[in-house]
């Protein structure tokens, strides 16, 4: 009689094995290191993350401060562009009341060397000045008094380029031109050494050399030589 066995024979079950295996008895062992494995590493994470954390806090102040102390020097560096822009200004505002200054006072160096270097019995009718050229035109008793003019001329330091222009008989004497070039830079000098000559020593008193006051009521400097030249150019015209 032939039998048939109807139940499924039982597949023998696979028993899983440990990750860690240990000798029988030290399970508790081994789940106590697989703890402090498990502690050990969340420690160190939270110890980064916390040290991840303190740093990115730090600079983020960083970032802060760079950001206000650029805001700081932003303002500071306007601040210089705007005293920059006035300096500048300023500078252009002094250089241009020197100019003036020295402009004004070309005319009156010029009719004080003048005035100095006329000679006697000779008179001028026409002085015209254009960038420091010279132009004289005027009248004298003789030919003398045109040849000191123009000597006294050449030899001046504030005068260079002198060139004796026509000359001929009129009613009062001799009329001439004259044409010359003014020599502006040699003032410069000469205030240096009135300055020099004019200094004061340490007691107050005068030095050696020094220029003496003028006398109170007594016209002096370009004015009064000015004057002094228009008496003797009326003298000459009452000759």
């Not at 252009?92 to 004080?112: E, F, G, R, W």
């Not at 270097?117 to 004298?140: C, D, H, M, T, Y």
């Not at 150019?233 to 000759?239: C, K, T």
Request: glycine share 6%; with cysteine.
């Amino acid at each position: 009689m032939i039998r048939v066995n109807l139940v499924a024979e039982r597949k023998a079950e696979k028993t899983k094995k440990p990750l860690f295996a240990f000798p029988s008895g030290n399970e508790a062992l081994a789940n106590l290191a697989m703890a402090s494995v498990i502690v050990g590493a969340v420690l160190l994470c939270g110890w980064q993350y916390v040290s991840l954390r303190t740093t990115l806090s730090g600079l983020n102040t960083r970032i802060a401060e760079g950001n206000r102390e650029r805001e700081r020097l932003k303002d500071i560096l306007r601040k210089a562009e705007e005293f920059k822009a006035q300096r500048e200004l300023l500078k252009k505002k002094v250089d241009l009341i020197t100019s003036l200054k020295k402009n004004q006072a070309v005319p009156v160096h010029l009719l004080d060397q003048m005035s100095r270097n006329l000679p006697e019995f000779l008179w001028l009718e026409q002085v015209s000045e254009r960038s420091n050229k010279i132009s004289l035109a005027g009248k004298a008793t003789t030919y003398n008094a045109v040849s000191n003019l123009y000597n006294n001329l050449t030899d001046s330091p504030f005068f260079a380029d002198v060139v004796l222009g026509t000359t001929q008989v009129a009613n009062e004497g001799v009329s001439f031109s004259m044409t010359c070039r003014f020599v502006p830079d040699s003032l410069q000098a000469a205030d240096d050494s009135t300055t020099t000559a004019a200094a004061v020593d340490d007691s107050g008193a005068p030095a050696a050399g020094a220029a003496s006051l003028p006398t109170p009521g007594t016209a002096t400097g370009p004015a009064g030589r000015v004057n002094r030249a228009a008496g003797r150019v009326n003298a000459a015209q009452g000759l």
